[in-house]
């Protein structure tokens, strides 16, 4: 046999019309899964409709991409060089958000290399972990039940707010003291955490009939609070 022929490079195999269907078809399902797991899992204020539907479209175009490349070294490279001109200007809000980017890609790397039980497997138990995590609220870090903020009027007597403070809270850290512009007022922020069976309302009710006492805020802060 003659050593050119030998070590020339295998042919790309055209995919047939049921292959492509099929490949397709898991794409989709296994991109709604991933995009659901999501959703259910999303905390915060950032959730956005866009994204979670750039994960199923991800994962289908992820799959067409395989499907073109197939073993094909120079269609990788050309592709390569396509889209690299593509240049995305969205930032994430949320570092959890770029795990489910891979998971799409992933995915549809899996259907469209005709890997359906690697790809069902991997869908199954990331969103599996998923959601165990998001129930159990793991690696959230409890420094506080409600971060407190008010403007005190320095020309009146702390000691009033701060017996205030102590009656309700079982405890309570200064975090961070603004002055305003002119130096009259101080806005002032504390680390509580309310005594048992204290509600919220009653701190508020309490510091906000007091003289000089103004703009009273309180953030629950069981998860991230940036004050």
Known sequence: MDPITQNAPTPPVELGLFEISTNLALSIVLGLVVAMVYRQTHKGLSYSQSFTLTIVF???IVAIVMMVIENSI???????????????RTVVK??????????????????????????????????????????TNFGALYKSEFILRFRYDKDTDSAAYLAAIQQNARR????????????????????????????????ASALGVLKGISE?????????VDY
């Open 74 to 88: 120079a269609r990788a490279f050309a592709l390569v060089g396509a889209l690299s001109i593509i240049r995305f």
């Open 172 to 203: 309570s850290n200064m975090l961070h003291i603004e002055p305003s512009g002119d130096g009259s007022s101080l806005l002032l922020t504390y680390d509580i955490e309310l005594m048992e069976g204290q509600a919220a309302e009653e701190l």
């Open 216 to 224: 009273v805020t309180l953030i629950a802060s069981k998860n991230d």
């Open 94 to 135: 949320d570092t959890k958000d770029t795990a489910f980017v891979f998971l799409g890609l992933a995915v549809g790397m899996a259907a469209g290399t005709s890997n359906y039980l690697l790809g069902g497997l991997g869908t199954a138990v990331v969103g599996i972990l998923a959601i165990v995590l998001h129930r």
């Open 58 to 60: 991800v994962t289908v």
